[in-house]
């Protein structure tokens, strides 16, 4: 019973084990007196990348040949995804940017696609990665990492801090940051500190529920895999990718919309 357990724990902790390139190594510095912040997560950056480039091939190719007669399954396909991606813009934000909607379609297609790498079956990649090229681990799903996630929330915050500098200007970005939610004088320690953790939990609150909601996915696929007979795996992991589906469509839209609404409010005067 303990070799059994012991063999489970190994297994969900080799699939929980990035590809990883060590900084440390490469720059000929002690990685004992580095961080980890210099250990590079390869299959993350690998798979992300790739996806964004599948994507941008697939559309390019649709808008290559996109027509105004009857529409290709494909292009309609693309068209129905753009309509739900700007219908939900107007209704959100209410100002002028050509970049809110081109961004909001990035960013909801290619955290779907993220998402979707975990409805491939959980040693299928590994086992082809490990058989092909020698790699000792691979996780294919970028958006169970949180290097990925805070990079993205990273970028769309800086976006953030950017429209509300553009529209108010450094002078109203500071006022809004001192002056609310209270505009006495006295209250500015006070509304300085209320207002710099509701600036940083933008950033935070997407890149934690994105990959929390992924790692557990994750996870879950792992354990019925390392814990159950491969005849009784399909029994459970079937009906949790169904179900998983529904979570891969709605945390990109949560990302996507989410999104829109803080660079909404960043365009709003103080």
């Known amino acids: 019973m303990l070799a059994i357990k012991n063999t489970s724990q190994e297994y969900i902790g080799h699939h929980l084990h990035h590809?990883?390139?060590d900084l440390n190594t490469f720059l000929w510095m002690d990685a004992e007196k580095i961080s980890s912040f210099w250990v590079l997560n390869v299959d993350s950056i690998f798979f992300s990348t790739l996806?964004?480039?599948?994507?941008?091939?697939?559309v390019g190719r649709i808008a290559k040949i996109a027509t105004c007669g009857v529409p290709t399954k494909?292009?309609?396909?693309?068209?129905?995804?753009?309509l739900f991606v700007d219908n939900n813009v107007k209704d959100i934000f209410h100002g002028k940017n050509k970049l809110i909607a081109p961004l909001s379609m990035t960013i909801f297609v290619w955290i779907f696609l993220m998402n979707a790498m975990d409805l491939f079956p959980i040693d299928l990649l590994p086992y082809?990665?490990?058989?092909t090229f020698g790699l000792p681990f691979l996780r294919v799903v970028p958006?169970?990492?949180?290097?990925i996630t805070s990079s993205i929330a990273l970028n769309v915050f800086i976006l953030i801090v950017y429209y509300n500098i553009y529209t108010n200007g450094i002078r109203g970005f500071i006022k809004g940051l001192i002056y609310h939610?209270?505009?006495?004088?006295?209250?500015?320690?006070v509304n300085l500190i209320l207002e710099i953790i509701s600036l940083l939990s933008k950033p935070v609150s997407l890149s934690l529920r994105l990959f929390g909601n992924m790692y557990s996915g994750e996870l879950i696929f792992i354990l019925i895999s390392g814990l159950l007979p491969w005849w009784g795996q399909w029994a459970l992991s079937l009906p949790w990718a169904v179900?998983?589906?529904l979570i891969i469509i709605l945390q990109a839209f949560i990302f996507m919309v989410l999104t829109v609404i803080y660079l909404s409010t960043a365009h709003d005067p103080c």
């Not at 996806?51 to 697939?58: E, G, Y």
């Not at 494909?74 to 753009?82: A, D, K, P, S, W």
């Not at 082809?128 to 058989?131: D, E, V």
């Open 19 to 21: 590809l990883q390139f």
């Open 51 to 58: 996806l964004a480039v599948v994507f941008l091939l697939i």
């Open 74 to 82: 494909i292009q309609t396909f693309m068209e129905l995804i753009i």
């Open 128 to 131: 082809i990665a490990k058989l």
């Open 143 to 147: 958006s169970a990492d949180i290097n």
């Open 181 to 189: 939610p209270f505009s006495h004088p006295l209250c500015i320690p």
């Open 243 to 245: 179900f998983h589906i």
